[in-house]
């Protein structure tokens, strides 16, 4: 159940639901499950069958495709106020998960049965609405990651992760690689190139940012 602050926060970041009436909101939201995941936990993972739609109140999700020797490669975060596309997908199509979910941060999150989310999209406008919205942006997100991946030299790729970053940074070197979707090595070696040429300072977990427009000018090139 529901508390009032969690109630509340949901329909902050998800006002949509707001638009209900307050009959059927109580009834969604007494079907509805309150999660509380640590960092790290396996939300979903691949071929596994979606247990529902999830709404984050806090924390983050990465959602990844993981290769077989163990690489990765981030397709998209989920943040309070967006959902999954491919739990969307998922549920839509009645298809298992093809990606893995990772709490990124500690989660709190709503997950709706499956029955609920079609219901809303059903007969909410606005809700419909929301989760068209959001495979528009995520498959804009994804054709500037392909286009990345195929396109782009690794370390313009990694000074463009770096400066979307607030400095200092506080990340391992694996975890830029997995987000890259390339090898600890690789990244290691170019932060050293990036801060011999003064652009960065190199701690341990602890990356800061002395010339942002040199790395900004070099992502662009």
């Not at 801060?195 to 602890?206: A, Y």
């Given at each position: 159940m ?14 949509m639901?707001?638009k ?14 309150v999660m ?11 071929n596994?069958a ?6 984050i ?14 690489r990765e ?10 959902s ?7 549920l ?15 989660v709190?999150?709503?997950?709706l049965p ?7 999209l ?5 809700f419909?609405?929301?989760v068209?919205h ?5 498959l ?8 990345a991946?195929a396109?782009?030299k690794l370390?313009q ?5 770096l ?5 200092p940074?506080h990340?391992?070197?694996?975890a830029?690689a997995d987000?890259?979707g390339?090898?600890?090595?690789m990244v290691?070696?170019?932060l ?6 003064g652009?960065l300072?190199?701690g341990r977990e602890?990356i800061e940012?002395i010339?942002r427009s040199?790395l900004?000018?070099?992502a662009?090139?």
């Amino acid at each position: 159940m529901l508390s009032n602050d969690a109630r509340l926060r949901l329909l902050q970041h998800y006002p949509m639901l707001a638009k209900l009436p307050v009959s059927k909101l109580d009834d969604l939201l007494s079907h509805a499950m309150v999660m509380s995941l640590p960092a790290a936990t396996v939300v979903f993972d691949e071929n596994q069958a979606c247990q529902g739609f999830p709404l984050i109140l806090s924390g983050s999700l990465r959602v990844i495709k993981a290769a077989a020797n163990g690489r990765e490669l981030q397709l998209y975060r989920v943040i309070p106020g967006e959902s999954c596309i491919l739990t969307s997908s998922c549920l839509l199509g009645h298809t298992r998960y093809q990606a893995r979910g990772i709490c990124e941060q500690d989660v709190e999150m709503v997950l709706l049965p499956a029955t609920a989310f079609h219901a809303l999209l059903e007969n909410q406008s606005s809700f419909r609405t929301y989760v068209f919205h959001l495979f528009s942006d995520r498959l804009t997100d994804l054709m500037q990651l392909v286009s990345a991946v195929a396109f782009q030299k690794l370390d313009q790729r990694l000074a463009a992760l770096l400066i979307t970053k607030e400095s200092p940074i506080h990340s391992t070197h694996q975890a830029l690689a997995d987000e890259l979707g390339s090898a600890r090595e690789m990244v290691s070696r170019l932060l050293k190139g990036f801060s011999d040429q003064g652009w960065l300072l190199l701690g341990r977990e602890h990356i800061e940012i002395i010339d942002r427009s040199a790395l900004s000018r070099f992502a662009t090139l």
